[in-house]
């Protein structure tokens, strides 16, 4: 009775496997990595609900391949070592087709090179370092090099502010560093005859910017380029104004965020950034967007979630236009795509890198609204 009972059970037990196998192959299943907690928490929860709503809309109207789509997200916390351990949960139990990198650039670069070398589809929503694509082929990026956008933050201080002065803060990480070399490229080729009054780089995790803003208000420029995320770019804003500092500020994509304004206050009127989500679009499916994240989740979107979700959907087109999920074949299908997204249309260079152009938003009575396109060679470096 005992070896019947065994023999039963272990039936049953294959049959389980089995089945689950089966169930497995009924979905394809796309990674993603994204801050859920700590300081990049917003962006985090920013990145996941919008590619949520994008995995369940494609669901909704047919899936892909004839099959669902199962988004397994995990929480990198903005940690490299976290990163790669989730990569490898991705790669190996998960078993995904393709990862969005919903995460900054220090954890991005640092998986790059295994999804690299798995040959697993890796497309990066905003991490903005260039070692993200140079990782190699299988890896592309929706958002812009941080040089470009230090170089859209030159051209509005000059062609559209008239700065003949400029004082340029920014932290002390692979973001702010990149950014301001690019600011520095503009000046330097385009506009040597504008005065760099200084260049400051504060640490990552300051939260006092009054030794810094001292020697601004000093300098008394016509524009400050400060690049930095919304829990930096926030607090200096306001602070800048306490201490009377009344210069232009121009940003960059890392204070996009419906926190800056929050935190900054009255200090945040007249911000202007570069960045690359327009929320004056009148493409209908960017308004449907902007409107559903909002209606859904009580808080505006920003451009990290729908630079997020634009990377999901190029993930997406690669699949389906390959007709198959395989590596090799997808990576060759983005390759050669040209997808229309929430943050414009993205085709991509040999290096993976997208080709499109910045645009500048400006905080009016504490919302995010157009300023003006940057389709300028200059910035955009075509």
Do not use: W
């Amino acid at each position: 009775m005992n070896k019947l009972l065994k023999l039963g059970l272990s039936i049953v037990f294959v049959l389980s496997l089995l089945v689950g196998s089966v169930f497995a192959e009924d979905t394809i299943k796309i990674g993603l990595l994204a801050p859920l907690t700590g300081k990049g928490a917003d962006d985090g929860i920013n990145v996941k609900n919008s590619v949520v709503m994008a995995v369940e809309e494609l669901n909704a109207s047919g899936g892909l391949l004839g099959k669902k789509v199962e988004l397994v997200y995990y929480d990198d916390r903005n940690e490299p070592k976290e990163a790669v351990g989730l990569a490898y949960k991705l790669i190996e139990r998960d078993e995904v087709v393709g990862v969005v990198g919903g995460s900054y650039s220090f954890p991005t670069r640092a998986v790059a090179p295994i999804f690299q070398e798995e040959e697993i589809p890796f497309v990066a929503a905003y991490a903005l370092h260039p070692d993200v694509t140079a990782a190699g082929d299988y890896c592309f990026r929706v958002g812009f090099l941080g040089e470009l956008e230090g170089r859209g933050c030159a051209y509005l201080a000059v062609e559209k502010l008239g700065a003949k002065t400029v004082s340029l803060i920014h932290a002390d990480n692979d973001f702010g560093r990149t950014l301001s070399t690019g600011t520095m490229e503009y000046l330097e080729k385009y506009a040597p005859d504008v005065k760099v009054l200084s260049d400051q780089a504060y640490p990552f995790g300051e939260k006092d910017y009054k030794a810094y803003l001292s020697k601004i208000k000093e300098e008394n420029p016509d524009v400050v380029i400060a690049s930095g995320y919304f829990f930096q770019a926030g607090p200096m804003l306001k602070q800048a104004r306490e201490m009377g500092i009344t210069a232009q500020f121009v940003g960059e994509e890392g204070a996009d965020s419906p926190e800056t304004p929050k935190i900054a206050g009255d200090a945040a009127e007249g911000f202007i950034i570069a960045t690359n989500l327009n929320r004056d679009d009148p493409r209908p499916f960017v308004q449907k967007y902007l409107k559903e994240y909002k209606e859904r989740f009580e808080v505006d979107t920003c451009m990290v979630g729908a630079s997020a979700y634009d990377a999901f959907m190029v993930l997406v087109n690669g699949i389906k236009t390959a007709g198959t999920t395989d590596g090799d074949k997808v990576k060759d299908a983005i390759a050669k795509s040209e997808v229309e997204g929430l943050t414009g249309t993205a085709k991509f260079t040999e290096t993976g890198e997208v080709i499109k152009a910045p645009v500048a938003q400006i905080i009016k009575d504490g919302q995010f609204r157009f300023y003006c396109d940057m389709d300028d060679p200059r910035v955009i470096g075509q």
